[in-house]
């Protein structure tokens, strides 16, 4: 048990109603990691991640997080087995302030961050305590979505186009502090459909096609990969 990856997918399938859209997803992230799933609109990449934290009708497979099994678990239990998830709609309360938004996550663990580490990785929100939520600009939202995860404590953060639709200066910034994050020992599984924000983060990568996990690879054989990555995402 000792050696097993923070979480372990196997054969994964879900279910949105009657619809079947994952059709065998595997998958290991490893403690201290970041690991990237990486495919085509509509392959089922954002599914993966909500079928992690028990979003989907039924699934089948497993999916073990610190070797808990967490098919079947309550979805209110998921995140106490130390799971952070940002969503890729932000869910950012438009009526409560940057600072009450952060504190409305229930804390997961004793590793919830401290504002002041908050404040010093986004320096913005530091300047937009005060500001309602829904004043925030894109990248302030996503910066507050991500934080606000972070201060409830998670041992894995799991992300789901962090970049989408931001400003390159921005994207340089979110880039930024997940190095930061990583550099802190922060596991992570990120859903990215840009690659070049993906590349200089994650350890290991994992392409994804019509529901299934169909190639995986290290970070260091990404340039001998780089054809079969280009013509499965066109990049
Ligand atoms: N709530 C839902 N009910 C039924 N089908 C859904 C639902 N959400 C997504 N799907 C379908 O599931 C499939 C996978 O969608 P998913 O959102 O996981 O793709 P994705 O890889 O995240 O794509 P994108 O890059 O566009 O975000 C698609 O065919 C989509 O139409
Ligand atoms: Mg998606």
Do not use: C
Request: hydrophobic share 40%.
């Amino acid at each position: 048990m000792r050696y097993e990856p923070l979480l372990w997918i196997e054969n994964l399938q879900g279910w949105y109603g009657e619809s079947h859209i994952l059709h065998g997803v595997n998958l290991a992230v490893p403690r201290g990691q970041t690991i990237a799933i990486l495919g085509r609109n509509g392959v089922g990449k954002t599914t993966t991640l909500r079928g992690i934290v028990g979003l989907l009708t039924r699934t089948t497979g497993s999916i073990r997080m610190n070797g808990k099994e967490l098919i079947g678990m309550p979805r209110h239990r998921i995140a106490y087995t130390g799971i952070g998830y940002v969503p890729e709609e932000r869910g950012i309360y438009a009526s409560l302030s940057v600072q009450e938004n952060l504190d409305l996550l229930p804390k997961i663990s004793n590793r919830g961050m401290s504002l002041e580490r908050i404040f010093d990785l986004f320096p913005n929100l530091k300047e937009r305590r005060r500001a309602a939520g829904g004043t925030l600009s894109g990248g302030e939202q996503q910066m507050l979505s991500i934080a606000r995860v972070l201060r409830a404590g998670p041992e894995l953060l799991v992300l789901d186009e962090p970049t989408e639709g931001l400003s390159p200066v921005v994207v340089q910034q979110i880039g930024r502090v997940l190095k930061a994050l990583k550099q802190d020992g922060l596991t992570m599984l990120l859903v990215e459909q840009n690659f070049h924000f993906a590349r200089h983060l994650a350890d290991h990568f994992y392409l994804m096609e019509e529901g299934r996990v169909v190639d995986d690879f290290p970070a260091y054989h990404l340039e001998a990969r780089l054809e079969t990555v280009s013509s499965l995402i066109g990049v």
